[in-house]
Structure formats: C-alpha cells, structure tokens
C-alpha cells in the first residue's frame, strides 16, 4: 500500500475519488438543510429516503415494478443497438449515403421524442410493444450516428491493407473495420443505453400499467414524497452503475486499441 | 476540392427526393386505408389541422404557455448553467470533484424528479420551468467548461501584457475566445429544456401544447393531436436550426473545429 501511494498517479486517482466522495456529502448534507428548512411535506430527510429505499427493496412490488421495465428497457436496448449498427454500417459504406444521411440524422436526434409518444401509443396500443418501440426510437440514432463517424474515421490504412490482403467485402468488415471502429461504435453505444432508459422510463410515467415509472406516477398521485424519492434514488443508481460500467468496458476497448 | 461544390448538391437533391418520397408514401398508406385513420390522419390533412390551429387562434393560450415556458427554462439554464460553469473553472480542486457527477448527469433520467417538483410547486408554470431548467443546465455548465479551457494562452498572456483587469480579460478575452462553446452549450440547453418541459405537459399539466397533445391523444382527436405535434416539431427544428447554423459561423470565424 505503501508504495502504491508512492505513485503520483495513485495519489492523483486517489484525491480526486476522495473529492468526489466529499461533494456527494456536501450535497447530502444540503439536501439535509433542505429538509430542515421545508420540512418532510416537500423533501423527506436523506437518512429517511434511504431507509424507504432498502425497505422497498424487500417488497415483492418494487420488484414486480422493476421487472417490468427491466423485460422493456433490455428488449429496447437488445433491438435499438442491433439494428442502429446495421443500419450505421449499411449507412457509413457509402460516402454518398452517408452524406445524405448525416443532416437527417442529426435533425431526427436533435427533436424531442416525447412528442412522438401518442403515435407510438396509437400504434402499439398501451402495450409492453409501445414501451419497447418508445426506448428503441430514443436509442437507436445515438447508435447509427456514432456507428456511421465511426466508419468514416477508421484510417484509410486499414482499407488499404484489407484490399492489399484480397479479403472479400465480408472479411474486410469483420477483420478490419469493425473491430477498427468498435471503441467509437461502444461510446454511441454508452449513449443509446442512457437513453434507452429514459425512453422506457418515460414513456411509463405517461402512460403504462406497470413499470417503476407507472409506480412514481402512482407515488405523485398519493403523494407520498417519500415513495418519490426513494424510487428516483434507486433508479439513479442502477444507472449510475450501468453508465460506470458501460464507461469502464469503453476504456478498456481504447486501451486495447 | 473542385469536388466540393458538387458533392453537397447531390446528396441534398438526393436528399429531398427522400424526404419527400417518404411523405408522398405515408399519404398513399393513409389515403389507400392500409394506416388507420385513428392510428395517422394523412401528412396533407395533418398541415391543413395546422393551419386551422393557427388560423383559428383557438390554442393560442397554449401556444404561448409553451413557448414562453420553455424560454424562461432556456434563460434559467443558460444563465445558471454559465454562471455554475464560470465558478467551476475558477476552483480547479471542486471542478474534478464534480467531473464523474456532471458526466454521469445525462445518464441517469433526471425526469423522475418532475413528480416531485409538482409536490413542490404544485401543478402549473413554476414546475414546468424548473423541470426544463433542470434537465437544461448540465448541458450548459459542461459546455462553459470545455470553452473556457479551450481559450488560447496566447490570448491570456496578451492580456497580461496589456495589463488588463480581470473584469475586462474576462469580458474582453475569455468571452468572445470561448463564444462558440457558449452557443454549442445554448443549442443543447435549448434542446434538453423542451425535453423537459413537454414530456412535463404530457405527464401533468394546467396547459400547453404537450398537454393539447395529450388531450387529443385521449379524446381520440386525431386532428388536434396531429396538427399540434406538426407545430411543435416545426417549431423545434426551426430553432435548433437557426442554433446550429450560429454555432457553425462562429466556429468557422474562430477558425477552430
């Protein structure tokens, strides 16, 4: 332990973990002076929410809620990422395409999704299909863009030496490009799945019969405060997870690349 | 580069073609009674519903709701989020303490918090505007962030040189060097507070357009639904647009990318 201290690299991680740790307290602590100052109607007290979250975790509803959106956000995901690479590397071969592609894109991205919700739900009815639908058109454009710009920044080396080596178009994909292009693909990726959840999540409060965001629906409605933030703290939570995870595998794949 | 000039006309011929082949199909689909006519009303009968709306004056309330709403969401991030982003910059130590937190920000679903800003503020302009700030801000502080790091030294030891102040280096110097992140941090802000706010009028609200949305939505009122969402994404693309062909000029008068 010592010695690892030692490493200026180490102590350089290591204060600004401690950092980090000391704003989220810093932060509890003003949520605490929050709930002095408003009182529990408003804000419930830290150590309050995080006691309504473990017990929460007990109950075989939160679960049954957590399931849910679980089966969506995963179906949402396992769809939106499949077919925005296919469709950003069918898109990304052609420059052409590409061209055509790149402004429309970014228009489709930059809209707000939540307005198209009705039509999805007129669509799919108030179904776990819309809910799924509703995540994967948040996801996958995330996915397509980066998997597109992606293509088109893989050194031309790499094509070069592929067409040198003779390899079919097939080969030159799997060998060279992809696996060229696969850290800027994986952060599209990081991207879609954030999304992805807000996308089920949303698309739960606005209209759904199960799911934890039909339950902080539920929680509005009978007010119970406390229901609210105890079920936002869990959901940031496992995202935070999620996100650190997805982020820590990214550096892995650019350490190797 | 003589390829230059041909290349975008093409992809952009090709590009409206698309556009509009697409539209022409979804009215063929609507007309031939292959798509419900409760599920879509026809492209050309969704802009005549707009034009009704319009002509009508009979959802200007709405309308105005809506849009002065989200503008006093853009100010409230924008503001805040420079201001935030500006005391960041000057306390290095809290700044790389706040890193993991403001990056990890637009993967959690900060929407889950609308509930509770509705037991706050009760239903109506105050948790709306707070929801858009909210969502709008981060994007805005990490943008205030990357500009003024990215302002040239050569800039700041000119301004040493001139013996300037630090109220005129800032408003002289780091301001105008780091404008074209600024706007970058607008366009998303901008983009982030509709999110927030309309998916806020869907879920609950006194008025708006989200919430016309929503009540057509319910009543079956496919015109009303159709030429509102028209309206809003008319209205989105146009400002994103004329964002995004600022942010382009002023990055191209810096001469960076």
Redesign the interface.
Same mark, same amino acid.
């Given at each position: 332990m010592g010695e690892a201290a030692a490493s200026p690299f180490w102590q350089v991680v290591k204060t600004?973990q401690l950092?980090?740790v000391?704003?989220?307290l810093c932060l509890g602590l003003g949520w605490e002076l929050v709930y002095v100052l408003?009182g529990a109607d408003? &804000?419930p007290s830290p150590m309050t929410t995080l006691e309504r979250a473990g017990g929460l975790l007990q109950t075989a509803n939160f679960w049954k809620d957590a399931a849910s959106t679980g089966r969506a956000f995963g179906l949402a995901c396992a769809i939106g990422i499949t077919s925005g690479i296919l469709i950003g590397l069918l898109l990304g071969f052609s420059r052409?395409a590409s061209?055509?592609a790149d402004? *429309?894109l970014g228009?489709i991205y930059?809209?707000?999704?939540?307005? =198209?919700?009705?039509?999805i739900?007129?669509?799919f009815g108030l179904s776990l299909s819309a809910k799924v639908a509703f995540g994967v058109i948040h996801g996958v454009f995330p996915v397509i863009i980066a998997t597109m710009s992606a293509l088109r920044n893989v050194a031309p080396i790499h094509r070069r030496t592929a067409q040198v080596l003779g390899l079919t178009p097939a080969a030159t994909v799997a060998t060279s490009l992809v696996p060229a292009a696969l850290p800027e693909i994986f952060s599209g990726i990081?991207i879609g799945v &954030?999304v992805t959840?807000?996308g089920t999540? =949303?698309a739960e *409060?606005?209209a759904s019969a199960s799911g934890l965001?039909f339950a902080?629906?539920r929680? *509005?409605e009978l007010?119970t @405060?406390v229901d609210?933030?105890a079920?936002?703290l869990l @959901?940031?939570t496992a &995202?935070?997870i999620?996100?650190?995870s997805l982020l820590a595998l990214e550096r892995r794949l650019r350490g190797h690349g | 580069m003589s390829g230059r000039s041909f290349w975008p006309s093409r992809a952009g011929i090709i590009r409206t073609l698309v556009v509009v082949g697409a539209i022409a199909c979804l009215e063929l689909l609507c007309r031939s009674g292959v798509i419900n006519r409760l599920t879509m009303i026809p492209p050309t009968e969704m802009a005549g519903a707009l034009w009704q709306i319009v002509a009508s004056g009979k959802f200007n309330a709405d309308i105005l709701f809506t849009v002065a709403n989200t503008a006093a969401a853009i100010a409230l991030s924008v503001i805040g989020g420079f201001l935030a982003g500006a005391a960041l910059h000057a306390m290095p130590r809290v700044r790389h303490a706040a890193d993991p937190l403001l990056s990890a920000y637009y993967a959690v679903p900060v929407f889950v918090f609308y509930p509770l800003l509705i037991v706050a503020f009760g239903v109506g302009r105050g948790a709306l505007i707070a929801m858009g700030a909210l969502v709008g801000i981060v994007a805005m502080i990490v943008n205030t962030l990357d500009g003024l790091d990215r302002v040239p030294p050569v800039l700041l030891k000119s301004a040493d040189v001139l013996k300037l102040g630090n109220a005129r280096k800032l408003l002289l110097v780091r301001l105008p060097a780091a404008l074209p992140y600024l706007i970058t941090g607008i366009k998303l802000a901008a983009a982030y507070s509709v999110i927030g706010i309309v998916a806020g009028e869907f879920i609950l609200a006194t008025a708006g357009i989200g919430k016309r949305i929503a009540f057509g939505y319910q009543d079956f009122d496919n015109r009303t639904m159709y030429g509102m969402l028209l309206l809003l994404l008319i209205l989105v693309m146009v400002v994103n647009g004329a964002l995004a062909f600022w942010e382009k000029r002023l990055h191209r008068r810096f001469g960076r990318s």
């Open positions: 600004r950092d980090t000391l704003l989220l408003v408003v &804000a052409l061209e055509v402004p *429309m228009t930059s809209i707000p999704k939540i307005t =198209l919700y009705p039509i739900l007129l669509m990081r &954030a959840l807000l999540l =949303l *409060m606005f965001g902080l629906i929680a *509005m007010h @405060i609210i933030f079920l936002a @959901i940031f &995202a935070a999620l996100n650190g | -």
